[in-house]
Protein backbone atom coordinates (compact mmCIF):
# COMPACT_ATOMS: atom_id res chain seq x y z
CA UNK A 1 0.00 0.00 0.00
CA UNK A 2 1.62 3.54 -0.76
CA UNK A 3 1.61 6.51 1.56
CA UNK A 4 -0.61 9.34 1.31
CA UNK A 5 -1.33 12.35 3.50
CA UNK A 6 -4.80 12.91 2.04
CA UNK A 7 -8.11 11.21 3.54
CA UNK A 8 -8.44 9.60 0.73
CA UNK A 9 -12.30 10.90 0.28
CA UNK A 10 -12.47 12.79 -2.69
CA UNK A 11 -15.61 11.90 -4.92
CA UNK A 12 -16.64 9.81 -2.00
CA UNK A 13 -20.74 9.95 -0.67
CA UNK A 14 -21.13 11.39 2.75
CA UNK A 15 -23.87 11.70 4.97
CA UNK A 16 -24.13 13.86 7.80
CA UNK A 17 -26.96 14.01 10.58
CA UNK A 18 -27.27 17.16 13.01
CA UNK A 19 -25.50 18.77 10.08
CA UNK A 20 -27.33 22.50 11.03
CA UNK A 21 -25.87 21.68 14.24
CA UNK A 22 -22.57 23.17 16.09
CA UNK A 23 -20.43 19.94 15.09
CA UNK A 24 -22.70 18.86 12.38
CA UNK A 25 -21.66 22.13 10.33
CA UNK A 26 -18.01 21.91 11.37
CA UNK A 27 -17.75 18.23 10.18
CA UNK A 28 -19.92 19.11 6.95
CA UNK A 29 -17.46 21.82 5.99
CA UNK A 30 -14.83 19.58 6.69
CA UNK A 31 -15.94 16.23 4.00
CA UNK A 32 -16.78 19.15 2.10
CA UNK A 33 -12.46 20.24 2.12
CA UNK A 34 -11.65 16.73 1.63
CA UNK A 35 -13.26 16.40 -2.02
CA UNK A 36 -16.49 14.43 -0.63
CA UNK A 37 -19.83 14.90 -1.59
CA UNK A 38 -22.34 15.83 1.43
CA UNK A 39 -25.74 14.81 1.90
CA UNK A 40 -26.71 17.12 5.11
CA UNK A 41 -29.18 16.01 6.73
CA UNK A 42 -31.29 18.29 9.75
CA UNK A 43 -34.88 18.88 11.10
CA UNK A 44 -35.25 22.45 9.28
CA UNK A 45 -34.96 22.85 4.76
CA UNK A 46 -33.82 26.32 5.16
CA UNK A 47 -30.77 25.96 7.77
CA UNK A 48 -29.49 22.65 5.51
CA UNK A 49 -29.72 24.58 2.54
CA UNK A 50 -28.23 28.11 3.89
CA UNK A 51 -25.50 25.72 4.73
CA UNK A 52 -24.94 23.43 1.93
CA UNK A 53 -24.87 26.40 -0.31
CA UNK A 54 -21.38 28.19 1.35
CA UNK A 55 -19.86 24.59 1.06
CA UNK A 56 -16.33 23.78 -0.65
CA UNK A 57 -16.64 21.71 -3.58
CA UNK A 58 -20.10 20.78 -5.56
CA UNK A 59 -22.76 18.07 -5.40
CA UNK A 60 -23.53 18.52 -2.10
CA UNK A 61 -27.28 18.58 -0.90
CA UNK A 62 -29.52 19.73 1.80
CA UNK A 63 -32.09 17.30 3.14
CA UNK A 64 -34.66 17.87 6.24
CA UNK A 65 -35.39 14.95 7.93
CA UNK A 66 -37.14 14.15 11.28
CA UNK A 67 -35.14 10.94 11.87
CA UNK A 68 -37.70 9.74 14.18
CA UNK A 69 -39.00 8.99 11.42
CA UNK A 70 -37.65 5.16 11.17
CA UNK A 71 -39.89 4.38 7.92
CA UNK A 72 -37.98 7.85 5.52
CA UNK A 73 -34.63 6.06 6.09
CA UNK A 74 -34.68 3.60 3.54
CA UNK A 75 -35.89 6.56 1.23
CA UNK A 76 -32.84 9.14 2.43
CA UNK A 77 -30.27 6.48 2.16
CA UNK A 78 -31.22 5.59 -1.88
CA UNK A 79 -31.90 9.77 -2.13
CA UNK A 80 -28.30 9.74 -0.76
CA UNK A 81 -26.56 6.73 -3.46
CA UNK A 82 -28.71 8.48 -6.25
CA UNK A 83 -27.92 12.14 -5.60
CA UNK A 84 -24.18 11.49 -4.43
CA UNK A 85 -23.54 9.10 -6.89
CA UNK A 86 -22.61 6.23 -3.98
CA UNK A 87 -23.04 5.97 -0.12
CA UNK A 88 -19.49 5.76 1.47
CA UNK A 89 -19.65 7.29 5.15
CA UNK A 90 -22.43 8.05 7.53
CA UNK A 91 -21.73 10.33 10.40
CA UNK A 92 -24.79 10.28 12.38
CA UNK A 93 -24.37 13.52 14.76
CA UNK A 94 -28.43 14.27 15.50
CA UNK A 95 -28.69 13.61 19.19
CA UNK A 96 -31.05 16.02 22.20
CA UNK A 97 -29.78 16.66 25.46
CA UNK A 98 -32.76 17.44 28.34
CA UNK A 99 -30.60 18.82 31.06
CA UNK A 100 -33.16 18.55 34.50
CA UNK A 101 -32.23 19.52 37.73
CA UNK A 102 -32.28 16.06 39.24
CA UNK A 103 -33.58 12.53 38.78
CA UNK A 104 -37.21 13.03 39.87
CA UNK A 105 -37.39 15.77 37.21
CA UNK A 106 -36.68 13.48 34.32
CA UNK A 107 -40.33 12.85 32.64
CA UNK A 108 -41.11 9.54 30.93
CA UNK A 109 -41.56 11.85 27.90
CA UNK A 110 -37.59 13.23 28.36
CA UNK A 111 -36.59 9.11 28.33
CA UNK A 112 -38.57 8.59 25.27
CA UNK A 113 -37.25 11.97 23.36
CA UNK A 114 -33.91 11.35 23.95
CA UNK A 115 -33.61 7.59 23.24
CA UNK A 116 -35.61 8.42 19.69
CA UNK A 117 -33.52 10.56 18.64
CA UNK A 118 -30.07 9.49 20.13
CA UNK A 119 -30.12 5.52 20.27
CA UNK A 120 -32.90 4.19 18.20
CA UNK A 121 -33.02 6.27 15.04
CA UNK A 122 -29.15 5.97 15.06
CA UNK A 123 -29.68 2.20 15.15
CA UNK A 124 -32.32 1.96 12.34
CA UNK A 125 -30.53 4.68 10.18
CA UNK A 126 -26.87 2.81 10.90
CA UNK A 127 -28.46 -0.14 9.52
CA UNK A 128 -29.85 1.41 6.52
CA UNK A 129 -26.79 2.81 5.68
CA UNK A 130 -24.48 -0.64 6.11
CA UNK A 131 -27.04 -2.62 4.29
CA UNK A 132 -26.20 0.07 1.80
CA UNK A 133 -22.47 -0.08 1.97
CA UNK A 134 -22.86 -3.47 1.56
CA UNK A 135 -24.81 -3.90 -1.59
CA UNK A 136 -22.44 -1.29 -3.10
CA UNK A 137 -19.44 -3.66 -1.87
CA UNK A 138 -17.15 -0.89 -2.07
CA UNK A 139 -16.69 -0.67 1.79
CA UNK A 140 -18.17 2.16 4.20
CA UNK A 141 -17.62 4.21 7.55
CA UNK A 142 -19.90 4.26 10.08
CA UNK A 143 -19.39 7.03 12.25
CA UNK A 144 -21.75 7.26 15.99
CA UNK A 145 -21.59 10.02 18.09
CA UNK A 146 -21.40 9.49 21.77
CA UNK A 147 -20.46 11.53 25.10
CA UNK A 148 -18.26 11.59 27.81
CA UNK A 149 -21.92 10.71 29.85
CA UNK A 150 -21.31 7.18 28.50
CA UNK A 151 -18.93 7.02 30.87
CA UNK A 152 -20.00 8.76 33.65
CA UNK A 153 -23.26 7.63 33.62
CA UNK A 154 -24.56 11.79 33.49
CA UNK A 155 -25.12 14.10 36.60
CA UNK A 156 -28.30 12.92 37.39
CA UNK A 157 -30.85 14.87 35.54
CA UNK A 158 -28.50 14.63 32.14
CA UNK A 159 -28.67 10.36 33.33
CA UNK A 160 -31.23 9.76 30.34
CA UNK A 161 -29.20 11.44 27.75
CA UNK A 162 -26.06 9.15 29.12
CA UNK A 163 -27.88 5.94 29.06
CA UNK A 164 -28.81 6.92 25.48
CA UNK A 165 -24.79 7.23 24.79
CA UNK A 166 -24.31 4.21 26.40
CA UNK A 167 -26.47 2.45 24.12
CA UNK A 168 -24.48 3.93 21.24
CA UNK A 169 -21.04 3.25 22.13
CA UNK A 170 -22.82 -0.78 22.88
CA UNK A 171 -24.14 -0.45 19.66
CA UNK A 172 -21.22 0.68 18.23
CA UNK A 173 -19.58 -2.28 18.72
CA UNK A 174 -22.36 -4.88 17.75
CA UNK A 175 -22.38 -2.89 14.55
CA UNK A 176 -18.80 -3.45 14.17
CA UNK A 177 -18.77 -6.62 14.47
CA UNK A 178 -21.53 -7.73 11.83
CA UNK A 179 -20.28 -4.71 9.30
CA UNK A 180 -16.59 -6.37 9.66
CA UNK A 181 -16.85 -8.60 6.88
CA UNK A 182 -18.30 -6.06 4.63
CA UNK A 183 -14.90 -3.51 5.06
CA UNK A 184 -17.68 -1.44 6.79
CA UNK A 185 -16.10 -0.18 10.14
CA UNK A 186 -18.13 1.58 12.78
CA UNK A 187 -16.84 3.44 15.29
CA UNK A 188 -17.61 6.51 18.03
CA UNK A 189 -16.53 9.96 18.67
CA UNK A 190 -17.33 10.64 22.36
CA UNK A 191 -16.56 14.61 22.92
CA UNK A 192 -16.00 16.36 26.22
CA UNK A 193 -17.31 19.73 26.23
CA UNK A 194 -18.07 21.43 23.02
CA UNK A 195 -19.14 25.37 22.36
CA UNK A 196 -22.49 24.44 20.89
CA UNK A 197 -26.05 25.19 21.30
CA UNK A 198 -26.34 22.07 23.19
CA UNK A 199 -23.61 22.18 25.84
CA UNK A 200 -24.67 25.88 26.55
CA UNK A 201 -28.48 25.42 26.74
CA UNK A 202 -29.66 26.42 30.66
CA UNK A 203 -25.76 25.98 31.54
CA UNK A 204 -25.06 28.18 34.31
CA UNK A 205 -21.68 30.56 34.13
CA UNK A 206 -20.13 28.78 36.99
CA UNK A 207 -20.29 25.33 36.01
CA UNK A 208 -18.91 25.84 31.93
CA UNK A 209 -15.86 27.98 34.49
CA UNK A 210 -15.65 24.53 36.11
CA UNK A 211 -15.71 22.31 33.15
CA UNK A 212 -12.42 24.77 31.87
CA UNK A 213 -10.96 23.37 35.16
CA UNK A 214 -11.87 20.01 35.34
CA UNK A 215 -9.79 19.61 31.63
CA UNK A 216 -6.53 19.35 31.73
CA UNK A 217 -6.24 20.96 28.45
CA UNK A 218 -7.52 23.96 29.83
CA UNK A 219 -10.68 25.32 27.40
CA UNK A 220 -13.86 24.20 26.12
CA UNK A 221 -13.50 22.77 22.53
CA UNK A 222 -14.72 24.70 19.29
CA UNK A 223 -16.67 22.53 17.09
CA UNK A 224 -14.16 23.08 14.52
CA UNK A 225 -11.62 20.25 16.85
CA UNK A 226 -14.37 17.30 16.54
CA UNK A 227 -14.15 17.22 12.70
CA UNK A 228 -10.63 16.23 12.75
CA UNK A 229 -11.59 13.48 14.38
CA UNK A 230 -14.27 12.13 12.35
CA UNK A 231 -12.56 12.53 9.22
CA UNK A 232 -9.79 10.35 10.68
CA UNK A 233 -12.17 7.75 10.97
CA UNK A 234 -14.04 7.78 7.46
CA UNK A 235 -10.64 8.62 5.70
CA UNK A 236 -7.67 5.37 4.74
CA UNK A 237 -6.12 5.94 7.88
CA UNK A 238 -8.41 4.68 10.11
CA UNK A 239 -9.06 1.20 7.46
CA UNK A 240 -8.26 -1.03 10.39
CA UNK A 241 -9.85 0.84 13.41
CA UNK A 242 -13.46 -0.68 14.28
CA UNK A 243 -15.54 -0.62 17.09
CA UNK A 244 -13.42 1.89 18.60
CA UNK A 245 -14.70 5.17 20.77
CA UNK A 246 -12.15 7.98 20.25
CA UNK A 247 -12.18 10.18 23.43
CA UNK A 248 -12.12 13.47 21.86
CA UNK A 249 -12.39 15.39 25.67
CA UNK A 250 -8.99 17.37 26.00
CA UNK A 251 -8.15 14.74 29.01
CA UNK A 252 -11.52 15.70 30.76
CA UNK A 253 -11.81 12.03 31.48
CA UNK A 254 -8.68 9.40 30.22
CA UNK A 255 -9.69 6.17 28.60
N1 LIG B 1 -21.62 19.91 22.50
C1 LIG B 1 -21.09 19.07 23.34
O1 LIG B 1 -20.47 19.49 24.32
C2 LIG B 1 -21.21 17.59 23.12
C3 LIG B 1 -20.61 16.76 24.06
C4 LIG B 1 -20.71 15.38 23.89
C5 LIG B 1 -21.37 14.85 22.80
N2 LIG B 1 -21.96 15.68 21.90
C6 LIG B 1 -22.64 15.05 20.78
O2 LIG B 1 -22.22 15.63 19.56
C7 LIG B 1 -23.26 15.56 18.59
C8 LIG B 1 -23.52 16.93 18.01
O3 LIG B 1 -23.95 17.78 19.05
P1 LIG B 1 -23.93 19.39 19.00
O4 LIG B 1 -23.26 19.84 20.22
O5 LIG B 1 -23.46 19.84 17.67
O6 LIG B 1 -25.48 19.66 19.21
P2 LIG B 1 -26.48 20.65 18.46
O7 LIG B 1 -27.70 20.69 19.31
O8 LIG B 1 -25.79 21.92 18.09
O9 LIG B 1 -26.78 19.84 17.12
C9 LIG B 1 -27.60 18.69 17.07
C10 LIG B 1 -28.38 18.74 15.77
O10 LIG B 1 -29.19 17.56 15.67
C11 LIG B 1 -30.41 17.94 15.06
N3 LIG B 1 -31.48 17.01 15.40
C12 LIG B 1 -32.06 16.83 16.60
N4 LIG B 1 -33.07 15.95 16.51
C13 LIG B 1 -33.12 15.56 15.22
C14 LIG B 1 -33.97 14.67 14.51
N5 LIG B 1 -34.99 14.03 15.12
N6 LIG B 1 -33.77 14.49 13.19
C15 LIG B 1 -32.75 15.16 12.55
N7 LIG B 1 -31.93 16.02 13.18
C16 LIG B 1 -32.12 16.22 14.50
C17 LIG B 1 -30.69 19.33 15.66
O11 LIG B 1 -31.63 20.05 14.87
C18 LIG B 1 -29.32 19.96 15.71
O12 LIG B 1 -29.05 20.74 14.56
C19 LIG B 1 -24.47 14.97 19.33
O13 LIG B 1 -24.57 13.60 19.06
C20 LIG B 1 -24.14 15.22 20.79
O14 LIG B 1 -24.80 14.31 21.64
C21 LIG B 1 -21.89 17.03 22.04
Given at each position: MGWSVGAGLEGKGVIVTGAAGGIGRAVTEAFATTGARVMAVDVDQARVDEMVAGLEGSGHVGVAADLRDIGSHAALVARAREELGNLYVLANLAAVLRRRGSLDEVTEEDWDFQHDVNLKAAFFLARTAGDAMIEQGQGGRIILFSSQGWWTGGFGGSVAYAATKGGVTSMCRGLARTFGAHQITVNCVSPGQVNTPMLLTGLSPEVYEGMKKQTPLGYVAE?????GPVVFLASDHAKYITGSTINASGGFLMY
Open positions: PAEMA
